[in-house]
């Protein structure tokens, strides 16, 4: 009997795949505990049909690392039509192979240390804009407004527009988004088709742009001053086109689910004082000079575990998909070419076997003494070679956002909200988060 035979005589895993064509798309979309139900029923392999594909979930180490470590022998990148049509055909996000590799490396200049340690000084700056507006207003909801200011810091670092929020860009931006996980339905009227025409509108506006920019002496300090530089293993710059794709995805990926994650990092702290108490005590020894810098930031300890226990309790991205490119088999069962697989981030961060508790919020967990982690178990930013591109830079600005609030200012959830957590297009709270904010009362 051959490999593959032998292969093929395994089952696939247990689960149901739902309705004709839709499969169980809507329940997926729809039902917080869509995965939790199926694992309780299954176990933490089974199979399922979403966006029009038979796909197999998966949850817990063994699994991320079987994913993670077969990247183009068995899995290949895969997203839902929904996203891979809005995103574009030139996003790093989309992009297989050799060109991912090399695009990869190109895009990472970006975030390097040196380059990151220059947006420091900025986001600085338009942090203490943000935050001297929200003391003004006083009582107001603070999701939509960490929307706003994760958009402007993005598009100011990433194409030197700083107030991109306050313009068409910015609602052309959020209708776009919420397309991005939706049934590709091109009808008049549907969220899909409604961010298909704001693709176009936030494509042409990044042309513009970018064809601004290769009018000047000087390309800029920003990202898309860098690609405009920069240049392939052949020496070939980016085309226009694509460079549009890859601005595009950078807005997305710097916004979208950093936003979920400042917000997660506000509502957590709200509702555990004793944790927002020790930061703060740990803030008033460290002296700050003005401007902050690199080098500052990075003696937080007790910040790094409070950030690194905000992204592990809430990620901002539940999982994420693999096409199988090659019949395999994991643990008994049969994964047939051509199914997709969906491995579970926020399922991983809650296993007990893993972790202690894994139901409270604990940023002593990531204390030197204790150090739950395990390989493969703890996978905010994904994993592989295809680990998030810019997570340093989402570390960075949550870190600043975070010793800012710290530092100067105070804030109480409002009474009788809905604190229940939506996951559309990422996780945040239903009534986005009402509060009172005001300055830190100088009497300590």
């Not at 991109?164 to 609602?171: D, I, R, V």
């Amino acid at each position: 009997m051959t490999t593959s035979e032998k292969k093929q005589s395994y089952p696939t895993p247990p689960g149901s795949l739902g309705l004709p064509l839709i499969g169980e798309t809507l329940s997926f979309l729809r039902d917080r505990d869509f995965a939790t139900k199926r694992h309780q029923k299954y176990g933490s392999v089974f199979k399922t049909n979403i966006f029009g594909n038979p796909t197999i979930m998966m949850i817990g180490t063994e699994a991320n690392q079987f994913i993670f470590t077969n990247e183009k022998k068995y899995f290949e990148n895969s997203w839902p039509p929904s996203t891979t049509a809005l995103l574009g055909p030139a996003s790093l996000t989309i992009q297989t192979g050799d060109i991912h590799k090399s695009r990869r490396k190109l895009l990472a200049q970006a975030f390097q240390p040196r380059v990151l340690a220059g947006y420091v000084p900025t986001m600085e700056i338009m942090t203490r804009r943000y935050l001297q507006k929200w003391e003004q207003q006083k009582t107001f909801a603070w999701y939509p407004e960490l929307r706003k200011y994760t958009f402007d810091v993005a598009c100011k670092l990433f194409v030197g527009d700083e107030k991109a929020s306050e313009t068409e860009m910015g609602e052309w931006f959020e209708t776009w988004c919420q397309g991005l996980f939706t049934l590709p339905l091109r009808l008049p009227g549907t969220k899909f088709n409604k961010a298909l025409n704001c693709r176009k509108k936030l494509l042409n506006q990044i042309e513009t742009i970018i064809r601004q920019r290769q009018q000047q002496a000087e390309p800029g300090e920003d990202a898309l001053g860098l690609l405009l530089q920069a240049k392939d293993e052949d020496g070939n710059s980016l085309s226009v086109e694509e460079l549009k794709d890859q601005i595009l995805t950078l807005l997305f990926a710097g916004h979208e689910t950093l936003t979920s994650s400042v917000t997660a990092f506000c509502f957590l702290l709200a509702q555990h004082p004793d944790v927002l108490a020790k930061a703060r005590l740990e803030q008033q020894q460290i002296q700050l000079t003005e401007p902050l810098s690199f080098e500052q930031l990075k003696l937080m300890s007790y910040l790094d575990q409070v950030l690194k226990e905000v992204l592990r309790f809430i990620p901002p991205v539940g999982g994420a998909f693999r096409e199988v490119i090659e019949t395999c088999e994991f643990n008994g069962y049969t994964f047939p070419k051509g199914w997709t697989v969906l491995y579970q981030i926020g399922k991983t961060h809650q296993d007990n076997s893993i972790y202690n508790q894994p139901e409270k919020f604990d940023p002593d967990r990531f204390s030197p003494e204790r150090t739950e982690e395990k390989p493969y178990g703890y996978i905010p930013f994904g994993g592989g070679m295809r680990e998030c591109l810019g997570k340093e830079f989402a570390k960075l600005e949550m870190k600043v956002l975070a010793t800012m609030l710290l530092r100067e200012y105070e804030w109480e959830l409002l009474p009788n909200q809905n604190l229940e957590m939506t996951v559309s297009p990422t996780p945040h709270p239903k009534d986005e988060l009402l509060v009172n904010f005001k300055r830190l009362s100088e009497v300590h």
